[in-house]
């Protein structure tokens, strides 16, 4: 019987030793922050992504699980695939970002958050507005920043929470861009035809 606790006590040891050092690999050597949405995560070893976003890559891969678990979903798809790609968009302004990108995602957030248009039919009224304009208008990103992002939606484990959680993070998106609202409806109404 002594043995036997002699035998765990040492299982334990191991294991706690194993899980510290794996917490500090985990947080010492580094830790990257979203330069978009301020998301921090362990920094990844792989190349860098291609994209002109303002983004870490280590978000940039959460934003690439989250496309895939939606073209392979076809609730999802239909449902928020746009506002997924809007917020994500919108929330990662700044930097390389171009203006034309960004105001192009500003507004189907606006067409999906204030006008109520469903994600499906969102992607043609973008078509019109980027065939419409020519100099697109620079906008600063806010300063205060949503408290959702996707890595909220890359843990979802149903369609349900999918769904709402996206819902909730476009809504917060849109709502850091206040100051803008009334711009990004004038440049809607006055370039985009809604029937
Ligand atoms: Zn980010």
């Given at each position: 019987m002594k043995r036997f606790h002699e035998t765990g006590a040492t299982a334990l040891t191991v294991r706690l030793n194993f899980n510290e050092q794996y917490f500090q690999s985990m947080s010492l050597p580094q830790e990257t922050t979203c330069p978009g949405c301020g998301l921090r995560?362990?920094?990844?070893?792989?190349?860098?992504?291609a994209n002109y976003y303002n983004t870490s890559d280590e978000c940039w891969d959460l934003y690439?699980?989250?496309?895939?678990?939606?073209?392979?979903?076809?609730?999802?798809?239909?449902q928020v695939h746009?506002?997924?790609?809007d917020a994500?968009?919108?929330?990662?302004?700044?930097?390389?970002?171009?203006?034309?990108?960004l105001n192009i995602h500003l507004s189907g957030l606006y067409l999906a958050l204030e006008k109520g248009i469903r994600s499906p039919y969102i992607p043609p009224l973008l078509q019109q507005l980027a065939e419409a304009?020519?100099?697109?208008?620079?906008?600063?990103?806010p300063t205060n920043r949503a408290s959702r992002t996707?890595?909220?939606?890359?843990?979802c484990d149903s369609t349900e929470d999918h769904i709402r959680i996206v819902r909730e993070w476009a809504q917060a998106?849109?709502?850091?861009?206040?100051?803008?609202?009334?711009d990004v409806a004038r440049l809607v109404s006055s370039n985009v035809r809604i029937d």
């Open positions: 995560m362990p920094q990844r070893q792989s190349p860098t992504s690439a699980e989250v496309l895939g678990t939606e073209y392979s979903n076809a609730v999802l798809f239909g746009q506002l997924t790609v994500y968009a919108v929330q990662h302004a700044g930097g390389p970002h171009p203006d034309k990108s304009i020519e100099v697109w208008p620079h906008c600063e990103p996707v890595f909220d939606v890359a843990f998106v849109w709502q850091s861009w206040s100051e803008y609202h009334a």
